[in-house]
């Protein structure tokens, strides 16, 4: 099951098709929907979990806490919607494109993606692109 939680005045629409987004890249990868916890929050709540839970001084757009049973995937998504917002702008993207590839990323991170090395975040950059063409053709066919 995935949730959507908000600790700002954001509000998230769209739930249904980007809740079988998700649950369609978490069937192509392999892997079987567990719960799924997504927490929109500005960039001083999330800062804070960066700091008290990773010990990263550092604005983020996303912290994921994956709690998955083997091949289940389970877990929280914290995402940065001021975070979100800037780096659209900085991108030149719409912000829905920036959320959905955030909302992604997550996502890939429990199916085993990383993106610490360049060759890692290349590959996840491309898994992105890949997800972010299902829900646009998801969407376009609505």
């Given at each position: 099951m995935?949730?959507?939680?908000?600790?700002?005045?954001?509000?998230?629409?769209?739930?249904?098709?980007?809740s079988?987004?998700i649950e369609?890249?978490i069937a192509?990868?392999g892997?079987e929907l567990?719960?799924?916890?997504?927490?929109?929050?500005?960039?001083?709540?999330?800062?804070?979990?960066?700091?008290?839970?990773?010990?990263?001084?550092t604005?983020?757009d996303i912290?994921?806490?994956d709690?998955?049973?083997?091949?289940?995937?389970?877990?929280?998504?914290?995402?940065?919607v001021?975070r979100?917002?800037?780096?659209a702008?900085?991108?030149?993207t719409?912000?829905?494109q920036?959320?959905?590839r955030?909302i992604?990323h997550g996502?890939?991170?429990?199916?085993?993606?990383?993106?610490k090395?360049?060759?890692e975040?290349?590959?996840m950059r491309l898994?992105?692109?890949?997800a972010?063409?299902?829900?646009?053709?998801?969407?376009n066919?609505?």
């Amino acid at each position: 099951m995935i949730n959507f939680f908000s600790e700002t005045d954001f509000e998230f629409k769209n739930t249904a098709v980007i809740s079988k987004w998700i649950e369609d890249v978490i069937a192509f990868e392999g892997f079987e929907l567990g719960d799924i916890n997504y927490i929109f929050c500005n960039d001083d709540y999330l800062h804070k979990l960066n700091v008290d839970f990773l010990q990263h001084d550092t604005l983020t757009d996303i912290i994921s806490f994956d709690n998955s049973l083997g091949k289940e995937i389970h877990g929280e998504i914290y995402i940065s919607v001021e975070r979100v917002k800037e780096n659209a702008m900085l991108f030149k993207t719409p912000f829905s494109q920036e959320l959905d590839r955030v909302i992604i990323h997550g996502i890939l991170h429990y199916c085993g993606y990383k993106d610490k090395t360049e060759s890692e975040a290349e590959l996840m950059r491309l898994k992105e692109d890949e997800a972010l063409q299902i829900i646009e053709g998801q969407v376009n066919n609505k």
